[in-house]
């Protein structure tokens, strides 16, 4: 009982996402146009709602997580805006240290482990290579890289565990 | 709006040069990428000098093939059954 | 005003990204090149066409064309760089390597 309640409210979840992002991409309001756009979303969401796994009532009901997700991006778009000059600067001048810097994330679950590796790679300055347990980061210069790490380690964990 | 377009003709120049002359496969797939993700920004500045909205429709439309078309021509050359 | 200043600052980022990928000596960090590309110039140019469309048809299509763009870039640069280390290509004059010895026997 409990997880066929489960798996439907995950079909649901998987319906109601495809269906908004078909409502805001054709972006006309006319009857058949929402019609159309509700069979294909039913039909795609019987097939992928195994393959997915959403937490989205999680945060948007859990104020917290919602302020600190507001902090994360803060802190994103100022390393962002840091590396990219940094990463510029690199290129103009030519004098880089590249270095691969092993960090073993302390995340539980899957999902914080993507949102790190995400993080991680579009900064520019650093590249994950290989994710297993720990995450082998390519840095462009050696303290940078390891100070975003360390930031993104910091906030990211209030964040996705 | 002019001098936008000259410089997304020098940059795609040194892009294709890249692909010409990469010496391992992974440069010219970076190129290759590249040269897809400026093809995105000539339909957006199309869209931005044209004000027509389906220029971004070809926009979506071309990234998701350019993600899938990399991500399994990556996956064809790694090989084997690794994760 | 705002977003004619964001779009050539994405042209310019886009163009440095470009001498970059030309310049660097290996394709680990021609990889930063292409980050730098793809989030200074295509994202800073979307976000530059909604900035200046505010809730109309251009800004949202823009948007989400921005949140897909974020979702699936990091993937495919994954993908290229575990590609190119799981086929033995070694990256040059390494200033510190965890990774060296475990998984490529070809690159020592």
């Not at chain 1, 908004?20 to 054709?26: D, E, G, M, Q, S």
């Not at chain 2, 004000?51 to 790694?78: E, R």
């Not at chain 3, 050539?8 to 001498?19: D, I, K, Q, T």
């Not at chain 3, 660097?24 to 960090?29: E, G, M, R």
Request: charged share 15%.
């Amino acid at each position: 009982m409990s997880n066929f309640l489960k798996q439907s409210l995950r079909q649901v979840g998987t319906f109601l996402v495809l269906y908004v992002a078909w409502v805001l991409f054709t972006y006309s309001f006319e009857v058949q146009e929402l019609a159309v756009g509700f069979a294909v979303s039913f039909m795609v969401s019987v097939f992928i709602h195994k393959y997915t796994e959403f937490k989205v009532v999680d945060y948007i009901f859990n104020p917290f997580k919602v302020f600190h997700f507001v902090v994360y991006i803060i802190v994103f778009l100022v390393v962002e805006i840091q590396s990219h000059l940094s990463v510029a600067k690199a290129i103009i001048t030519g004098n880089i240290n590249p270095a691969i810097v092993k960090i073993s994330p302390e995340f539980n679950s899957d999902m914080g482990r993507v949102f790190l590796a995400n993080s991680i790679t579009l900064t520019p300055g650093t590249v994950s290579v290989s994710i297993g347990k720990s995450l082998y980061v390519h840095c462009l210069s050696y303290e940078n890289g390891d100070k975003i790490d360390y930031l993104f380690t910091k906030y990211g964990l209030r964040v996705a565990d | 709006m002019i001098f936008a377009w000259y410089i997304i003709l020098a940059s795609a120049i040194l892009v294709v040069v890249r692909f010409i002359l990469g010496p391992t496969f992974a440069d010219r797939m970076i190129a290759l990428d590249v040269l897809g993700q400026i093809m995105i920004l000539i339909f957006v500045f199309l869209a931005i000098e044209h004000t027509t909205p389906i220029y971004l429709d070809i926009a979506l439309t071309f990234s998701l093939l350019l993600f899938i078309g990399t991500v399994a021509v990556s996956k064809w050359m790694k090989g084997g059954n690794s994760q | 005003m705002i977003s004619e200043l964001l779009l050539y600052l994405s042209a310019v980022s886009m163009f440095v990204g470009a001498v970059g990928l030309f310049r660097f000596k290996d394709c680990y960090t021609r990889i930063h090149a292409a980050t730098m590309i793809s989030v200074g110039g295509v994202m800073l140019a979307l976000v530059a066409l909604a900035i200046d469309t505010v809730w109309t048809v251009y800004s949202v299509k823009a948007m989400l064309i921005v949140i897909f763009f974020m979702l699936t870039n990091p993937v495919s640069s994954h993908a290229i760089v575990n590609c190119a280390h799981r086929m033995g290509i070694c990256p040059d004059n390494l200033f510190k390597d965890d990774l060296g010895r475990n998984v490529s026997r070809r690159c020592i």
